[in-house]
């Protein structure tokens, strides 16, 4: 009888799920019909499904459905949007289309920060976390990300087979994943920019004149202090490493599981939770002794005196939320554009050299060295050069966040948001639509951005939109995009901008945009707002940004003002011509054999050739990752770095 019960239930269940679904995909289908746009039935197109399709798949899946579609399920309607309009709107309906914030629970364990929160609460972390970003902090993150890249470079030649401080300066120095060592310097870097804590390199000892501020030898240590058993460089690493541990467990069971990385990763999250708190009771001890001001050089110090727009100040939680939030999001990011920087000019060696002879004009004397480059007026200098196009091309190309969500769950009650699309018309996106900026697939947008009409690397394709070419980015008369495409590309978008601008002043919820398509300067080629979006748009756009592009036109201009870039070609060539030696390592050999010249100008040629094939392969089918895109399979794109001031033979 009771297994009869069970079985009527199940079937009147199944039977329920049944009609709901139908009844779902009814009203869905229904409503995509009536939106203006192209639309399928989920799963229709399985190359979707892929894990950060958008990089993967770039424009293709826009290119015959348009710049936005939908995918229709009876649960949902999920917008894809490759469009500068459409996402230029939505980020500025930040009323109606609001950030997902229950997808940010994992980074909200610190407390609740600007990334994480909505509403009149998140225009309270907004006023208070943008006071920390200012010309006085940026000046400091100028200063420490030139001398972090110079410590970096000294950590490279340290290792054992690379050049020395005492070598002729001919030999190269080989770094097999470049990852690690930009990530300690981009570490390195928000640590003395966003808490006052200056940190040293595995080796490295504390300068001579440098002083360790009362209170903070403890954060310096390389020892664990008083009541911890991890440094303070140790909890943050191993916390942002093994990251999507917290994202998985809670607190209790990291601290219970019985697996040996688990456990360490709760050592760090604790670890780190009492560094964070010891640091703001050092902070607020030298704001009640007037020894710090609001203006002050670093980001934590700000988020303690500022008030909010209702007068008050931040409760400690979400001070150390949001002083978690700068570490997490301004770590993994531009350290992961360093490494995707240094590989793509090695890459595109006319790039590269095209590079070398803008820094050679631009860069003050040898007499001044790099801790004396004067900011700000070199890095407007050089973010307005091809340094800058450099920078703005690996955005554009790998950014490190693909995907951007917003759902319309409008605050008024409103069924439909009404969108104008980049032909004029309209689309109606009903309420619970849950979309994506698709920023990969927006950035290889052929409609705005200037391209050839073939790509170097596979003349199958019809642009160059997937390869990296600075070039792009020059205003150039001679330029063959200039007369291919360019007049194309900018009366579009500024028939877009006009647009856009009409939509603004008709719209009642728009507000100031503060998004990230105004990166660069006015000799550089400027897309359309919506266009170019590695830093997300709109008033929830990120607001360490200029943060990030001074520290990566610093540390790419501290590298290519004494050095060039190989791929490591090693693989590619053939072992008998190593030289041998007793007591060299593997790096040295090979370095004695390049040098020596044992390879002809083809057989340079075929390997280069065999190695950028191989690092191609590699971004574009290996990159992945659930919070930014990283080199997480087990090859990785292995670099050697040249002097150029010393005869050092480049590869090729």
Same mark, same amino acid.
């Given at each position: 009888?009771?297994?009869?019960?069970?079985?009527?239930?199940?079937?009147?269940?199944?039977?329920?799920?049944?009609?709901?679904?139908?009844?779902?995909?009814?009203?869905?289908?229904?409503?995509?019909?009536?939106?203006?746009?192209?639309?399928?039935?989920?799963?229709?197109?399985?190359?979707?499904?892929?894990?950060?399709?958008?990089?993967?798949?770039?424009?293709?899946?826009?290119?015959?459905?348009?710049?936005?579609?939908?995918?229709?399920?009876?649960?949902?309607?999920?917008?894809?949007?490759?469009?500068?309009?459409?996402?230029?709107?939505?980020?500025?309906?930040?009323?109606?289309?609001?950030?997902?914030?229950?997808?940010?629970?994992?980074?909200?364990?610190?407390?609740?920060?600007?990334?994480?929160?909505?509403?009149?609460?998140?225009?309270?972390?907004?006023?208070?976390?943008?006071?920390?970003?200012?010309?006085?902090?940026?000046?400091?993150?100028?200063?420490?990300?030139?001398?972090?890249?110079?410590?970096?470079?000294?950590?490279?030649?340290?290792?054992?087979?690379?050049?020395?401080?005492?070598?002729?300066?001919?030999?190269?120095?080989?770094?097999?994943?470049?990852?690690?060592?930009?990530?300690?310097?981009?570490?390195?870097?928000?640590?003395?920019?966003?808490?006052?804590?200056?940190?040293?390199?595995?080796?490295?000892?504390?300068?001579?004149?440098?002083?360790?501020?009362?209170?903070?030898?403890?954060?310096?240590?390389?020892?664990?202090?008083?009541?911890?058993?991890?440094?303070?460089?140790?909890?943050?690493?191993?916390?942002?490493?093994?990251?999507?541990?917290?994202?998985?467990?809670?607190?209790?069971?990291?601290?219970?599981?019985?697996?040996?990385?688990?456990?360490?990763?709760?050592?760090?999250?604790?670890?780190?939770?009492?560094? *964070?708190?010891? !640091? /703001?009771? #050092?902070?607020?001890? +030298?704001?009640?002794?007037?020894?710090?001001?609001? @203006? $002050? =050089?670093?980001?934590?110090?700000?988020?303690?005196?500022?008030?909010?727009?209702?007068?008050?100040?931040?409760?400690?939680?979400?001070?150390?939320?949001?002083?978690?939030?700068?570490?997490?999001?301004?770590?993994?990011?531009?350290?992961?554009?360093?490494?995707? *920087?240094?590989? !793509? /000019?090695? #890459?595109?060696?006319? +790039?590269?050299?095209?590079?070398?002879?803008?820094? @050679? $004009? =631009?860069?003050?004397?040898?007499?001044?060295?790099?801790?004396?480059?004067?900011?700000?007026?070199?890095?407007?200098?050089?973010?307005?050069?091809?340094?800058?196009?450099?920078?703005?091309?690996?955005?554009?190309?790998?950014?490190?966040?693909?995907?951007?969500?917003?759902?319309?769950?409008?605050?008024?009650?409103?069924?439909?948001?009404?969108?104008?699309?980049?032909?004029?018309?309209?689309?109606?996106?009903?309420?619970?639509?849950?979309?994506?900026?698709?920023?990969?697939?927006?950035?290889?947008?052929?409609?705005?951005?200037?391209?050839?009409?073939?790509?170097?690397?596979?003349?199958?394709?019809?642009?160059?939109?997937?390869?990296?070419?600075?070039?792009?980015?020059?205003?150039?008369?001679?330029?063959?995009?200039?007369?291919?495409?360019?007049?194309?590309?900018?009366?579009?978008?500024?028939?877009?901008?006009?647009?856009?601008?009409?939509?603004?002043?008709?719209?009642?919820?728009?507000?100031?945009?503060?998004?990230?398509?105004?990166?660069?300067?006015?000799?550089?080629?400027?897309?359309?707002?919506?266009?170019?979006?590695?830093?997300?748009?709109?008033?929830?756009?990120?607001?360490?940004?200029?943060?990030?592009?001074?520290?990566?036109?610093?540390?790419?201009?501290?590298?290519?003002?004494?050095?060039?870039?190989?791929?490591?070609?090693?693989?590619?060539?053939?072992?008998?011509?190593?030289?041998?030696?007793?007591?060299?390592?593997?790096?040295?050999?090979?370095?004695?054999?390049?040098?020596?010249?044992?390879?002809?100008?083809?057989?340079?040629?075929?390997?280069?050739?065999?190695?950028?094939?191989?690092?191609?392969?590699?971004?574009?089918?290996?990159?992945?990752?659930?919070?930014?895109?990283?080199?997480?399979?087990?090859?990785?794109?292995?670099?050697?770095?040249?002097?150029?001031?010393?005869?050092?033979?480049?590869?090729?």
């Amino acid at each position: 009888m009771f297994g009869l019960v069970c079985a009527t239930a199940l079937a009147a269940w199944m039977v329920w799920w049944v009609f709901d679904a139908a009844r779902g995909l009814r009203r869905n289908v229904k409503a995509a019909r009536e939106s203006g746009l192209q639309w399928f039935l989920a799963p229709k197109n399985f190359r979707l499904l892929r894990f950060n399709w958008c990089y993967h798949e770039r424009f293709r899946p826009f290119a015959d459905r348009g710049d936005a579609f939908l995918v229709v399920s009876p649960w949902g309607i999920y917008m894809a949007n490759a469009s500068p309009t459409l996402i230029h709107q939505i980020a500025t309906r930040r009323t109606d289309w609001v950030k997902p914030t229950e997808h940010y629970g994992v980074i909200e364990r610190f407390g609740p920060n600007v990334v994480t929160t909505e509403g009149s609460t998140w225009r309270d972390h907004r006023r208070v976390s943008s006071s920390a970003f200012n010309e006085r902090s940026n000046a400091v993150v100028w200063q420490e990300s030139v001398r972090q890249a110079g410590k970096m470079i000294k950590a490279w030649k340290r290792r054992e087979g690379n050049d020395d401080e005492g070598g002729d300066g001919k030999a190269g120095m080989w770094v097999e994943h470049v990852y690690p060592d930009a990530a300690t310097t981009s570490l390195h870097i928000i640590s003395q920019s966003g808490f006052g804590v200056r940190l040293l390199w595995e080796g490295e000892e504390m300068a001579e004149g440098d002083e360790v501020e009362e209170g903070y030898e403890r954060f310096t240590s390389h020892v664990p202090m008083s009541g911890h058993t991890m440094t303070f460089k140790a909890s943050m690493k191993t916390m942002l490493k093994d990251f999507i541990w917290m994202a998985l467990f809670s607190q209790g069971m990291l601290k219970k599981l019985p697996f040996k990385r688990t456990r360490k990763v709760y050592e760090g999250y604790t670890n780190f939770r009492d560094y *964070l708190h010891e !640091l /703001l009771k #050092l902070k607020k001890g +030298a704001i009640a002794n007037g020894l710090a001001e609001k @203006d $002050a =050089l670093d980001l934590m110090i700000p988020l303690i005196i500022s008030p909010t727009p209702s007068s008050a100040h931040l409760p400690d939680s979400s001070i150390l939320g949001n002083a978690f939030i700068f570490l997490f999001a301004g770590h993994e990011t531009t350290a992961n554009s360093i490494t995707f *920087l240094l590989i !793509l /000019l090695a #890459l595109n060696r006319p +790039a590269q050299r095209r590079l070398h002879t803008t820094l @050679d $004009a =631009l860069l003050p004397p040898p007499t001044v060295t790099p801790n004396e480059w004067p900011y700000p007026s070199l890095f407007h200098t050089l973010g307005n050069s091809y340094l800058g196009a450099c920078v703005n091309e690996q955005l554009r190309l790998i950014p490190s966040i693909p995907l951007t969500p917003k759902r319309f769950t409008p605050s008024d009650g409103k069924k439909i948001s009404t969108l104008t699309l980049d032909n004029g018309e309209t689309a109606r996106i009903p309420v619970g639509t849950f979309q994506h900026f698709c920023v990969n697939s927006v950035h290889c947008n052929p409609r705005y951005w200037p391209h050839a009409p073939r790509s170097a690397r596979n003349p199958a394709k019809t642009d160059d939109l997937e390869d990296f070419v600075p070039d792009r980015w020059m205003l150039d008369d001679n330029d063959e995009r200039t007369n291919s495409s360019t007049e194309q590309v900018r009366k579009s978008a500024q028939d877009q901008q006009q647009q856009q601008q009409q939509h603004s002043e008709r719209s009642t919820d728009a507000v100031q945009d503060h998004g990230g398509s105004d990166i660069g300067a006015s000799s550089l080629f400027a897309p359309p707002r919506g266009a170019f979006v590695p830093f997300s748009e709109g008033a929830r756009g990120c607001l360490g940004r200029r943060f990030a592009m001074v520290e990566l036109v610093a540390v790419t201009a501290t590298i290519f003002k004494d050095y060039a870039v190989d791929l490591d070609v090693r693989p590619f060539l053939e072992p008998s011509k190593m030289t041998s030696g007793s007591g060299m390592s593997d790096a040295a050999q090979w370095e004695s054999t390049i040098v020596h010249d044992a390879f002809s100008p083809e057989e340079r040629e075929v390997a280069y050739a065999k190695a950028s094939a191989r690092a191609w392969r590699i971004l574009d089918e290996e990159l992945t990752g659930l919070t930014t895109l990283q080199q997480k399979g087990k090859e990785k794109i292995g670099l050697r770095f040249v002097r150029r001031d010393g005869g050092g033979m480049v590869f090729v």
